[in-house]
């Protein structure tokens, strides 16, 4: 990787102090509750585990801690591990900062001590890996590297988790369509016999006049190399969020170029629309986002191109 993805990271950072938090203030789309209960479930009914291991991969400020807040409470009897991954420390910073503010207490479990590599306390470089825990969560978080090869990655992340999540586009800021199928074959090796991998991506029917402009920059990438960086391949943009502050990578994805990749990695999988609104409308807007969580569920998948914002992918892992 180098210093491209770097930025990605530092955007990312940025995007953290500035405004993500107040954006969605910590709150997920019930459809993307639901469908995460539903393969918990489904795992811990398959093994009859009394733990769930969850791998939240790219973590950020820690949205997905909604719904294992919300499933903790509705199985006091299951203990619940949370695996929170991110390259971004701003994003794992405030993750730990929300859990205080819920009376977490930050503990150095054993079972992550050898995972600490260069610690360092600023949390710029190398890895801080901590635990927090309250009841029946405990949360590990593990800050990462873009440029870490996924063989370390995943030496550092573990195994076995029932439920592997990469909510809200992670996988999209992934560059390169190899990197991005090796990413998601490391996840089928990471899950449990039974367990599922459940993860939402931004689809092409956003930014359409940013792709077009993208799509011409390929087309006549001699005129405009300089602009066109990490964005080489089909579905590739930047895109510019806090009035041009904050500049980032995102591949785009349409249901045949995920479902490539996700056969790539052979994960049979269901790709499903995740949410026809605008995720910022819908966060704010509780009832609408009912309405759209039986939307989206009525929507085929024919029809994730043409209507999703976002769309849902369900791999379910059976070796
Ligand atoms: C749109 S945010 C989603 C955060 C969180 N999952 C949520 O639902 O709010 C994308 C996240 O992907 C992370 N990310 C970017 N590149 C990554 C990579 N190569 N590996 C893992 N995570 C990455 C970013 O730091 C950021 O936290």
Redesign the pocket.
């Known amino acids: 990787m180098g210093k491209d993805n770097k930025a990605?990271?530092e955007a990312?950072n940025t995007y953290f102090e500035k405004s993500y938090d107040q954006r969605?203030h910590y709150t997920m789309l019930p459809r993307n509750v639901w469908v995460l209960e539903q393969e918990a479930t489904r795992y811990l009914e398959k093994t009859s585990n009394s733990t769930l291991r969850i791998l939240d991969?790219?973590?950020?400020s820690g949205?997905?801690f909604a719904f294992v807040e919300q499933y903790a409470k509705k199985y006091p009897g299951i203990t619940i591990e949370v695996l929170a991954?991110?390259?971004?420390c701003e994003?794992l910073k405030r993750y730990s900062e929300h859990l205080t503010k819920k009376f977490f207490t930050q503990t150095d479990g054993p079972d992550i001590s050898d995972r600490h590599k260069e610690p360092n306390p600023d949390g710029q470089k190398g890895y801080r890996a901590f635990s927090m825990k309250k009841g029946n969560i405990t949360v590990n978080f593990v800050h990462?590297d873009?440029n870490d090869t996924l063989e370390y990655i995943k030496s550092i992340i573990g195994e076995e988790f029932g439920l592997t999540t990469a909510?809200?586009?992670?996988l999209s800021?992934?560059p390169g369509k190899e990197n991005r199928q090796n990413t998601l074959a490391m996840f089928r090796q990471i899950t449990a016999n039974n367990g599922s991998i459940v993860m939402t991506h931004p689809t092409r029917t956003r930014f359409l006049d940013i792709q077009a402009k993208y799509k011409a920059y390929r087309a006549d990438p001699a005129n405009h190399m300089q602009d066109l960086g990490l964005a080489v391949q089909e579905g590739d943009i930047y895109y510019e969020r806090e009035g041009g502050k904050v500049k980032n990578y995102y591949h785009l994805y349409d249901t045949s170029d995920l479902q490539e990749d996700l056969d790539a990695a052979h994960l049979p999988s269901q790709i499903q629309v995740s949410n026809i609104g605008d995720m910022k409308t819908l966060v704010d807007n509780p009832i609408l986002s009912r309405v759209d969580e039986y939307a989206s569920w009525l929507t085929p998948r024919s029809w994730v191109d043409c209507c999703a914002t976002d769309s849902l992918s369900i791999s379910r892992v059976s070796r």
């Open positions: 990605i990271v990312w969605y991969f790219g973590c950020g949205r997905c991954y991110d390259p971004a994003g990462g873009v909510m809200f586009g992670v800021y992934i």
